[in-house]
């Protein structure tokens, strides 16, 4: 099992943009799929972004295309997701997550693995 942590969250205004980090260990992390997910107060946890354990393919949830973008080092355990032009809406706390799947997924119950989240806030 891959142990995850996420680091980069703060608190910023509308259109600012915020780079997130997620540091993996554990099982051999080049294996896995990475997602991101974020979960709102009150809502369930969300699908944001996806990267194939090769980091050649991604998938981006609608509401995020064009404005956040995921990336992996496999070298160095990372995975990040840089965001841009955030809004209130994307307020959350947002987790990183891994799974041994040949094919991206977007559910939350098909990742194996999960950080702890990291907030991130967005408001003027």
């Known amino acids: 099992q891959v142990q995850l942590v996420e680091s980069g969250g703060r608190s910023v205004q509308p259109g600012d943009s915020l780079t997130l980090s997620c540091a993996a260990s554990?099982?051999?992390?080049?294996?896995?799929?990475m997602g991101w997910f974020r979960q709102a107060s009150g809502k369930e946890r969300e699908f944001v972004a996806a990267?194939?354990?090769?980091?050649?393919?991604?998938n981006y949830a609608d509401s995020v295309k064009g404005r956040f973008f995921i990336s992996r080092v496999n070298d160095k355990n990372r995975v990040y997701l840089q965001m841009r032009s955030l809004q209130p809406d994307d307020t959350a706390i947002y987790y990183c997550a891994a799974a041994r799947s040949f094919t991206l997924k977007v559910e939350p119950a098909q990742y194996d693995s999960w950080g702890q989240g990291t907030q991130v806030t967005v408001s003027s």
């Open positions: 554990g099982s051999t992390f080049n294996l896995y799929n």
């Open positions: 990267i194939k354990w090769f980091g050649g393919q991604t």
